[in-house]
DNA sequence: TAGGCCATCTGGTCCT
DNA sequence: AGGACCAGATGGCCTA
């Protein structure tokens, strides 16, 4: 379901697909009237709209189609253009519900461009998150820790039993003042749950309620001195600061939290 | 009312 | 040859 269902902005991204296919709804279609019948011609799509139309195309075998196989030709790639923009927009509601921002009837969709750079910005985040994990977590378990990592340079490091053990760190808890936000705060409105299991954190109740500009989230990420960046609009994205759930089903328990 | 966003149609190009 | 992909054009809807 669209995070905008039963707001105001109704408009689907991906509509039920209607193929009308009757010759007679195609050509009460406003641009193929005047794609057949306008006689101005002073464009130059126009120009070749209406050589189209006359079947004077550079296509031989196109102009020898009758009128009513090229409208039937025409409607055949018309469906099919519909199709793909469909499923284009499908996934791009796909990325829109697993992106951390909040969903729900009184929240306006992100635009594609803002979906696409938002997403862009969030797989920066988290891939400098994990990178700060990992060396957090070097820090705090010493040299073995280290060693295990270098060892297993792609170690797999459970999200519960790691996001546990930095919530609880002591230095992690006197570094930054977001630490210790509850994830109770957290208003993640995901329409599927299933989905919403999906292997992301909420950053911060203040990154999914977009109480920054969404403007802010859409620019360059800023490049900090330090070894992460800080985006506009986000909080910190280290670890120290994303009090994540200690557990996943307190993060499945607030993904499917309406 | 202007501007943003979107769906749709369309012709061109590339690929299989 | 047919289908996928792309970009331009157009018109509708919505919001500030």
Redesign the pocket.
Known sequence: MDSDAG?????????D??V?DSPGS?FS????Q???HDDTTD????Q??M???SGA???K?RSELSKEEVQDL????????????????QA?DGLREVMPYAHGPSV????????LLLARNYILMLSSSLEEMRKLVGDVYGGSAAAQNRSTPHATITPAATSAQLSLHPLAQSLHPLVGSTPAALQHHSPSASLAAAPHSPPSASFLGFHAPLQGLLKEPLHLSSSYRHFPGMPCPCTLCQPLPTTTSTLHSLSINK
């Open positions: 707001s105001t902005c109704s408009r689907s991204s991906s509509p697909l209607v009308d195609f279609n406003k641009m193929f005047k794609y057949c464009s130059r799509a126009g070749s709209r050589e189209h139309c195309g550079k296509n075998n025409r409607l055949k790639v018309n469906s099919r253009e519909r199709k793909r923009m469909h499923d284009l927009n791009m306006r969709k992100l635009s594609k461009i803002s979906t």
